[in-house]
Nanobody, 121 residues
Framework: EVQLVESGGGLVQAGGSLRLSCAAS????????RGWFRQAPGKEREAVAC???????YHADSVLGRFTISTDNAKNTVTLQMNSLKAEDTAVYYC???????????????WGDGTLVTVSS
């Protein structure tokens, strides 16, 4: 069974750091696009960071220089390291994977259930 499970969310003060992890089962991440999205209450889901099937990375302008996406193929995980967190980073964060297109977009093949990140100030 194909599954994605996020972990690492929680409460952190502004300026702090969190590391989110997404573990895949039922398939190998290698060769898939792997991404992180987030959604705040009452707002649309937005892309945060992505590694395409070609290995190239994308980071949203709002997080560039603060967040870093990475993969560990041996552990079949994708990680989002979040530094210098701001209150506006508060959201539910979702990981996703895609093999149909090989890049990140809203209609990716597989999604986790999300993990909540709350940044206080």
């Amino acid at each position: 069974e194909v599954q994605l499970v996020e972990s690492g969310g929680g409460l952190v003060q502004a300026g702090g750091s969190l590391r989110l992890s997404c573990a895949a089962s039922g398939f190998a991440f290698d060769g898939y696009a792997r991404g992180w999205f987030r959604q705040a209450p009452g707002k649309e889901r937005e892309a945060v960071a992505c590694i395409g099937s070609d290995g190239r990375t994308y980071h949203a302008d709002s997080v560039l220089g603060r967040f870093t996406i990475s993969t560990d193929n041996a552990k079949n995980t994708v990680t989002l390291q979040m530094n210098s967190l701001k209150a506006e980073d508060t959201a539910v964060y979702y990981c996703a994977a895609d093999r149909t297109t090989g890049y990140c977009y809203y209609g990716m093949d597989y999604w986790g259930d999300g993990t909540l990140v709350t940044v206080s100030s």
